[in-house]
C-alpha cells in the first residue's frame, strides 16, 4: 500500500479550494470522487506552516496525497475517503465495522489496535499499527496519514526491490510516533477550521 501511495504522488494535481470542516454533510456526495475536499491544501499548509503553492496535490479515486521535499525535510499526508454512507447510523455502523479490530470485520489484518481519539469529529479512532487516524462525521468516514520530518535515506541503487521494500517499511516504522503525532497537529486543524466558520 505505502508504494502505492508514493506512485499516486504522481497523478494529475487537483487544484480544490479549501472547503471548511463544517461544509462536509453538504458536499459528503462528491467527497469519494473528491477526496482532497476532505483535508485541504489550505489545511495542510496552516497546520505545518508550508506555503500552499509548495505543497503538490494528487488524487485519484477516494484518494487525496499532499507532498513536499525540503532540503532534507519531507510532508507526506495521505487522505482516503473509505465511505459516504447514506446516513449518519449507516456511517457509524461502517466505522465501527473497520475500527473494532474484530479481524475478519477490520479493514485490514495488520489493522489495530486502536485507540480513541477525543475532540476530533464525531468519533475518532488511532489504528496504532501504522498511525492512521480513522474519522467519523456525520456520514462520512475517512482516514488520515500525515508525516513531517527527516526525508528516508537513500537506498542504494544497486539494491534489489524486496530490500528497498524492507527499508521503507523499517523507516515507516521507525517513524510512527512522529507520524502520530503530525496526524494529530493535521485534525486538530481540520477541527479548528469548523469552530472558526
Known sequence: MVLALAALAGCAADQGAAVPEAALPQVADDLRSAPCTAVTRDMVSAAFSIDAALIEQSSMSSLCVYRWEGEEELLDVTVHVT????????????????????????????????????????????????????VLRDRVYFTLNAYFGPAMEPVESSSDAANAIDARTQWWQATLPQRRQTTQTLASVWMGDDTRR
Not at 455502523?93 to 473494532?100: G, N, Y
Open 83 to 134: 465511505a459516504v454512507a447514506p446516513d449518519e447510523r449507516q456511517a457509524r455502523a461502517l466505522f465501527e465495522d473497520a475500527t473494532s479490530g474484530e479481524g475478519a470485520r477490520s479493514s485490514s489484518p495488520e489493522a489495530g489496535p486502536f485507540e480513541d481519539v477525543d475532540d476530533i469529529g464525531d468519533q475518532a479512532r488511532f489504528d496504532t499499527a501504522n498511525s492512521d487516524l480513522h
